[in-house]
């Protein structure tokens, strides 16, 4: 139970501050409009950086909050039984909708100001800079593979005590900025299904004024992409390191 309660907050505070970051960028009127991509990416970096403290604090030690990190370590390194496994990516795109309803409550007078339809999506899930379903499904899953060996790579070793262990939250904080630095421009790296699932759904549901389409032809991407990518990173990173 602490596993899933860790889970799920963990993925809470990164919705939090990562899909907070976009909305104080691209919402009208917020201190923060049209910062651009830097405070974005940077945004997100912190928010990956608390979430895994979040999470581990509550009680998962792992602190996966990201449903391709949890399938790869099932199905490739047989960390999970196939019933925790399923519960788990349950709760963190469970975690990921109740942060991006707090996102929308913190910014409620904001939603109202900002004309563009889709930057209010924007706030909650990703979406192409050029829509290519083939290309942006292989930018995703090669950004989720990414993700996985660098977790894997920080990891390794990583014992009690031992540096890595002490800055394992920092480094997967920067890992997940490089990303976003790197291979985010094609389609603003989802590379965690949660991340995108659940606050779409958030979208979809929530009174958000003038919100538009919640664009479900592009919504598969960011889920099955990257967890194609997080089996086959852990594949990758299981076989050669």
Wanted: hydrophobic share 55%; aromatic share 10%; proline share 5%.
């Amino acid at each position: 139970m602490d596993n899933l309660l860790g889970e799920f907050l963990g993925t809470m505070f990164l919705i939090i501050l990562g899909n907070g970051v976009v909305a104080n960028v691209v919402l009208g009127k917020t201190k923060g409009n049209n910062s651009g991509w830097i405070v974005i990416t940077t945004g997100w970096a912190m928010a990956v950086m608390v979430g895994v403290f979040v999470a581990i604090s509550a009680g998962a030690p792992q602190a996966d909050i990201n449903p391709a990190v949890t399938i790869g370590k099932w199905l490739i390194l047989g960390a999970y039984d196939a019933g925790q496994a399923i519960v788990t990516m349950l709760i963190q795109i469970a975690g990921a909708f109740v942060g991006a309803v707090i996102v929308w409550l913190a910014y409620y007078r904001h939603w109202a100001e900002t004309a563009d339809a889709g930057a209010k999506l924007a706030v909650h899930s990703t979406g192409p800079a050029i829509r290519d379903t083939a290309w942006n499904f292989v930018t995703e899953l090669i950004g989720t593979m990414v993700l996985l060996i660098g977790v894997g790579a920080i990891f390794t070793g990583a014992t009690a005590g031992s540096p890595a262990s002490g800055l394992g939250p920092y480094l997967v904080g920067a890992l997940v900025w490089g990303i976003g630095l790197s291979l985010g421009g094609p389609t603003g790296y989802a590379i965690n299904p949660a991340r995108d699932l659940g606050p779409r759904i958030a979208h979809f549901l929530l009174p958000i004024a003038g919100k538009g389409d919640s664009d479900w032809g592009y919504g598969w991407i960011p889920v099955v992409a990257p967890l194609l990518g997080g089996i086959l990173g852990a594949l990758v990173w299981n076989s050669v390191f």
